[in-house]
């Protein structure tokens, strides 16, 4: 039986009729309002969701640019390096090249004794601290033994001078004005 039949028979017709009818349209009522409602959230939620993954990509190729854009630049940045060292190796065997000039009197590229003498005599008169031992012997140039000093053999002995130099410098070995003279020595070959 239907709860609308039992109220009537129960003797409140009209205000059963009522309350019934109200509480079925309440629950119709409330069912379509809901299923309205969730039908507008669910349009809401699609495009907030639309938005959200817009904005994703978006952001995403923006990175992705600004990274093809870092990475351009630090490759400019290694040339600029490279070239940098490159250009400072040139001139620092331009430098050195000179200072194995100045000895170089007849202009072979090549110093003979005589002329490593006359440069080894003229230097130490600048650094009266030094003497001629503290100062390499030809034969410590001469590497390959054929009486002429090239500007290789030059090159690799000054190197070896200078790290001793500094060494010497690091131990506190010779006098003050031995060690400014070694010094200013190496300092011309770094």
Request: aromatic content about 10%; overall charge neutral.
């Amino acid at each position: 039986m239907s709860v609308t039949f039992v109220l009537c028979r129960a003797g409140g017709g009209g205000i059963g009729k009522l309350i019934v009818t109200g509480g079925i349209s309440w629950m119709l009522g409330a069912r379509i309002h809901s299923r309205r409602v969730a039908k507008k959230l669910k349009v809401k939620h699609s495009k907030e969701q639309k938005q959200l993954y817009s904005q994703y990509y978006n952001d995403v190729y923006k990175l992705s640019e600004q990274n093809q854009a870092l990475a351009s630049h630090a490759e400019e940045l290694k040339n600029l390096v490279k070239t940098t060292e490159a250009k400072a190796e040139l001139e620092a065997m331009q430098r050195d090249y000179n200072e194995f000039k100045q000895p170089d009197i007849d202009g072979d590229d090549r110093i003979s004794r005589a002329e490593f003498n006359m440069y080894v005599k003229n230097y130490l008169s600048n650094y009266p601290g030094l003497s001629e031992k503290d100062y390499p012997k030809f034969d410590d140039f001469d590497h390959d033994g054929d009486g002429f000093v090239s500007f290789q053999e030059y090159s690799q002995q000054m190197a070896i001078v200078a790290a001793q130099a500094e060494k010497d410098e690091l131990n506190g070995v010779g006098s003050k004005e031995k060690q400014k003279a070694l010094k200013d020595l190496s300092d011309f070959y770094r």
